[in-house]
């Protein structure tokens, strides 16, 4: 090759290299508590748990007041317009809840193509089509009937408060605005709150939200005012305007779900997650299963050995994704399979340890191999044709928080509008912003959603239906006792991100603030590329691993995670994600 050719490539390679160090990835946060704890994404909410936790609230009630406080304060994230996962662990045990948005009624498979069956740009992410039913104010109202202690109506009080009164605009918020900008722009209601007198909000600014006041003062009177009376009534007829499908009947028949989380051994702890509609804890526990027993500290954190593992383990897993998962109310997944040790062991036999294969070489199992690990796991999904590999674009969007206290019961709580500011869509006098779940579905088979994940059959639009998340929120418990609780926003790193911070944590004994800063890497199969995280990646490895003939690509954007670990001496540490304005505060 000409030295003209060469020098171009390597000026680019070396561009690549000097941007690896952040300074965020020196600067770990830890914050430390007997009592209590909660971590979440924004200052704001995180004091609000805590001041609930030190009035005597349980984590339930502090999870509920951060996570209505979030819906004020990181309205581009997550929100009442939108929905969610939490588990919940108790004296009693550990129970997962599910209220995720639901597809309305009139909802169909082919809502989102056109005549031709070709699928109709942003139909399934902006505007009202792209709704679901949500769930957030019915989830929040259930867990805190079932587990928690202080009036309901003194949990949503803080954040009817910051919704009147105003709280001061961040830099985070003020780029979510700009970046979403046009959207906004096009509906009046979302216009009037977010871009006042036609102008971005800018850092320092104050956002009021009155009309979501007036809606929170309404829910903390009774929160199935959400699903029925005035503000269905406001739902329905924004939706009947403007060729949504959500009716009054939609959101009276909303109801949250209660499953078992699903819990697998890795090494000396219980790991328990998310079933589905999401994903998260079937390919957590899968990809943990193809690790094994494999001595990870001895093959070396961050090791090119190691990242050649973690990425294949994860190719595999997200292939069997893009395959079986779906609502199970609607299609058998076959989870027992999926997450059984021994069906780990066999995909592990898959991988070489030096070289890298193509995505195009991994494939979904097939049923009849599944079936040797859950006898009668049924062939429901028709084979669907393995897709063209397309690109992930990036967003910064949901939000996670988690929340312990003083009888060590613990919140982990993942919940989001999707995509940034969700739908665009605020209905009118209600300032209730809708999320754009509907993309979470797969809305023709083999085409890729907002995060790049294709799905078939097994998560196609149906009334009714949920569609399929990626959502993680883990506790890890080791002889009964709380470990680890962590989740992440992320779209499809979400997994992987709950995967690289559990097992720093817990293999390789970081504390959960060097856990939570430290570098990730994910591949989702297709498309065929590990993504990079820009921090703390020696050049000589990522070498090493494009040696092996993975296609690497830097990635700036990562879900900002937060965790709680419990020390041996019942010692709280907690830790919110340095790349963005999160916090933990314990006492
Ligand atoms: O449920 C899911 O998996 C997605 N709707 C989550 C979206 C998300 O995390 C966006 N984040 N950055």
Known sequence: MKIAKILPVFAAFALQLTSITPVWAASPRLSKGQKGMVAAAHPVATQVGLNILKRGGNAVDAAVATTLAISVVEPFSAGIGGGGFLLVKTKDGMQALDFRERA?????????????????????????????????????AEVHRKYGKLPWAELVKPSIEIANNGFTVTEVLSKQLWGKKD?????????????????????????????????????????QNFYRGEIARAIESDMGRNGGLITQKDLQNYRPIWRDPLCGKFRQYQVCSMPPPSSGGVHLLQILNILGDTDLVEMGWHSSATLHLLAESMRTAYADRSFYLGDPAFVKVPVTALTSPAYGALRRQEISLTAARSSKQVQPAAWETLRRFQPGAAVENPIQKIPALPNVKESQDTSHLTVVDRNRQVVTLTFTVNYNFGSGVVVPKTGILLNDEMDDFAVAPGVPNAFGLVGGEANAVAPGKTPLSSMSPTIVTENGKLRLAVGAPGGSTIITTVLQITLNNLIYKMNVAEAVAAGRIHHQWAPDKLLIDPSGFDPATLADLRQRGHIIEQRDYWGNANAIEQLADGTLQGAADPRKEGTAAGF
Not at 186 to 195: M, Q
Not at 202 to 213: E, F, I, S, T, W
């Open 183 to 223: 959207l906004l722009q096009k509906n009046p209601a979302a216009r009037e709150i977010f871009l006042p007198d036609g102008q971005v909000l800018r850092a320092g600014d104050k956002l009021r939200q009155v009309d979501l006041a007036k809606t929170l003062r309404s829910v903390a009177r009774n929160p």
């Open 104 to 140: 309305p009624q009139a909802a169909s498979r082919d809502m989102y193509l056109d005549a031709n069956g070709k699928v109709k740009s942003k139909a399934s992410l902006e505007g009202h089509l792209s709704a679901g039913i949500p769930g957030t104010i019915a989830g929040l």
